[in-house]
T-cell receptor, first 114, second 113 residues
Framework: DAKTTQPPSMDCAEGRAANLPCNHS???????VYWYRQIHSQGPQYIIH???NNETNEMASLIITEDRKSSTLILPHATLRDTAVYYC???????????????FGTGTRLTIIP | SAVISQKPSRDICQRGTSLTIQCQVD?????MFWYRQQPGQSLTLIAT?????????ESGFVIDKFPISRPNLTFSTLTVSNMSPEDSSIYLC??????????FGPGTRLTVT
């Protein structure tokens, strides 16, 4: 799996957009970019994933640069409940061979400020 | 999405004993995984639980210490054997719902005294 680099911590004001960056300069052609978050004392929660196009769902938007070497997760209107550790992971799609593992780095600790 | 449950949610165990953690998914999944999260740390993959065959362990984890079963496509167990205080962690199971999405259980908080 390609390695990712994220800032260790970020703050964002409540109601503003939270933009979390991730560098993945060694990503392979078949690897997707995944974002998960872990709220304190809970299991990680899937947020979104993408290959090369920008993606949006009810939780967030994912912007991937054209060269795919970096991406940004956007929480459009952050709330206090978005305070969590956010993990950016790159991985190929699952197959029956089981080689495609989600490898967690240290993530970004996002704190939403009231 | 899928709902993944784990039992027990937490336990306090004595050194030298073993604990079996159960993971149940509400739908069939292709892949199941077990992770460990030590206090203040990120998640570390222990093994991939293969249905009908032996689990695939990551470097640093062995079957004698962490035996895993996966009798069907919705259920798996992880046993933490001959526990020591260093095994105090949160243990999480995860299921690959589609080729792209993977969901996690709430975790089992284990304290070894």
């Amino acid at each position: 799996d390609a390695k990712t680099t994220q800032p260790p911590s970020m703050d964002c004001a409540e109601g503003r957009a939270a933009n979390l960056p991730c560098n993945h300069s060694t990503i392979s052609g078949n690897e997707y970019v995944y974002w998960y978050r872990q709220i304190h004392s809970q299991g990680p929660q899937y947020i979104i994933h993408g290959l090369k196009n920008n993606e949006t769902n009810e939780m967030a938007s994912l912007i991937i640069t054209e060269d795919r070497k970096s991406s940004t997760l956007i929480l459009p209107h952050a709330t206090l409940r978005d305070t969590a550790v956010y993990y950016c992971i790159v991985r190929a799609p699952l197959s029956n061979f089981g080689n495609e593992k989600l490898t967690f780095g240290t993530g970004t600790r996002l704190t939403i400020i009231p | 999405s899928a709902v993944i449950s784990q039992k027990p949610s937490r336990d306090i165990c004595q050194r030298g004993t073993s604990l079996t953690i159960q993971c149940q998914v509400d739908s069939q999944v292709t892949m199941m995984f077990w992770y460990r999260q030590q206090p203040g740390q990120s998640l570390t993959l222990i093994a991939t639980a293969n249905q009908g065959s032996e689990a695939t362990y990551e470097s640093g984890f062995v079957i004698d210490k962490f035996p895993i079963s996966r009798p069907n496509l919705t259920f798996s167990t992880l046993t933490v054997s001959n526990m020591s205080p260093e095994d105090s962690s949160i243990y999480l199971c995860s299921g690959g719902i589609t080729r792209y999405e993977q969901y996690f259980g709430p975790g089992t908080r284990l304290t070894v005294t």
